[in-house]
């Protein structure tokens, strides 16, 4: 890759679709190799963008860092390249499913431990000795499971959770409890194609014991191909090689100026939104109580009340006061300023000469372009980092919501007739730490 000139706004939307970058070629099995078809993960971009990221601008051995890690597609791709994987994400769900995706396990103690849990799943079911539900009792009193799951599905689905938490392992546990949460949305009565939270009432449910089953063998499959295919120096030192928290992208656990490469694709604005995506496996985990207060902690959340800064960018000022809308231009406001300071935290840790790599697409809210990419360099730039590469990209791949209303910026059904295509192409930005 060769250092560019710093783009105005006008050179940056002329930059051409490099077709290399957008993994056309790869199938949904290339895509879903190893551990990355664990789970059903929202805006994840595909495993060839990172690992070819890391290859071409950092070395074995290096530092890699992920502030927004989601479902751990970074992490994987580093560890399976010999790079150490530093990956932190506000969402508890996306925490368990990074470390579980991230752990090697032995397969044989896998198998075994699946195969006592079948053993003793179809007993209890089948009514060949009695069994309390003694580990969930708050399943008992949550109107929130009540309102997705009808009663037969939720209490199958209550034994084979309170079994798994009888395994006294660590990483067997948390294995099994991904597999679960996995199955929870086609157990449930959530409309099985859509990304917002509605309710199919005439929905076709499947055993959720059979549904288990065949996604717990799925992922077995999958360990054995990463355990198998991970060097053996990784593998003996795992936790020296990947490290995942549970945390703010602004406060990351790395000491300063060590890392070589941050890889990562940030939130959108109202990314809390996909907070709903996690709803099932997080009321069921205990991760949630009240909705309204789990979105405070995403970035640019409408449901908190933040201190104000100075966004280091005009083109983010042009865009909040175009906003006719109090509520929305405030979301996009507190937005940039969570970004800018996630930006500062990238600097921290990244050593001189470092690069960060911020995969994100511009996009329309309220009839207004949010030009996220834009407005993300300005701010790199503003903060002591230069411009060393801006790929242009179509995204066929990216698990993403497509459409937004024009009216409301909200995510919607395709068939709705007032419709935006919110990420048709998104932008690479590689910037250097001066």
Not at 5 to 34: A, C, G, R, V
Not at 166 to 178: A, G, K, V
Not at 209 to 221: D, R
Request: proline letters at 4%; one cysteine or more; hydrophobic letters at 40%.
């Amino acid at each position: 890759m060769q250092e560019i000139q710093l783009l105005d706004n006008n050179s940056f939307l002329s930059i051409p679709i490099d077709e290399s970058w957008s993994f056309t070629d790869k199938t949904q099995k290339d895509t879903t190799y190893l551990t990355h078809s664990y789970y059903t993960y929202p805006a994840k971009f595909i495993p060839q963008l990172a690992s070819r990221l890391m290859k071409e601008l950092s070395e074995k051995g290096d530092i890699i860092i992920d502030p927004f890690m989601g479902s751990g597609t970074t992490i994987v791709e580093s560890i399976v390249n010999k790079r150490i994987g530093i990956g932190i994400d506000i969402n508890e769900i996306a925490y368990l499913v990074a470390k579980v995706k991230t752990t090697p396990i032995t397969p044989i103690i896998l198998n075994d431990e699946f195969q006592r849990i079948t053993l003793d799943l179809h007993n209890r079911l089948n009514g060949l000795y009695d069994f309390y539900l003694t580990k969930t009792p708050d399943l008992q009193r949550n109107n929130r499971i009540d309102y997705w799951f009808l009663p037969e599905q939720k209490n199958i689905l209550s034994i084979i959770y309170s079994r798994i938490l009888e395994i006294d392992n660590y990483d067997l546990r948390s294995f099994f409890m991904i597999a679960f949460a996995q199955i929870l949305k086609s157990c449930s009565v959530w409309m099985q194609r859509s990304i917002k939270p509605t309710r199919d009432k005439n929905k076709k449910i499947n055993n959720p014991l059979l549904l288990f089953e065949i996604q717990a063998k799925k992922m077995i499959k999958k360990n054995y191909e990463f355990e198998k295919i991970l060097d053996n120096e990784v593998k003996e030192n795992i936790d020296n090689f990947r490290k995942i928290y549970c945390g703010d992208a602004r406060n990351i656990p790395c000491d300063d100026s060590v890392a070589s490469l941050v890889i990562t694709s940030p939130p959108y604005v109202t990314s809390y939104e996909y907070a709903d995506l996690h709803q099932l496996p997080s009321y069921w985990f205990g991760f949630l109580d009240d909705l309204k207060e789990f979105r405070t902690k995403f970035i640019g959340s409408a449901y908190k009340i933040r201190k104000d800064i100075d966004l280091r960018s005009s083109i983010a000022e042009q865009i909040i006061v175009k906003i006719d809308n109090k509520k929305k231009s405030a979301e996009v406001k507190y937005y940039f300023e969570d970004m800018l300071e996630s930006f500062l935290e990238m600097k921290r840790v990244l050593k001189k000469g470092g690069k960060a790599c911020i995969v994100i697409g511009n996009t329309e809210l309220k009839g207004v372009e949010i030009l996220n990419a834009q407005v993300f360099l300005e701010q790199f730039e503003n903060i002591g980092f230069k411009t060393f590469n801006v790929i242009h990209r179509e995204i066929p791949s990216k698990m993403l919501p497509s459409t937004r209303d024009i009216s409301t910026g909200k995510f919607v059904k395709s068939t709705n007739r007032k419709l935006k295509l919110a990420y048709p192409t998104e932008y690479i930005l590689i910037m250097e730490k001066l």
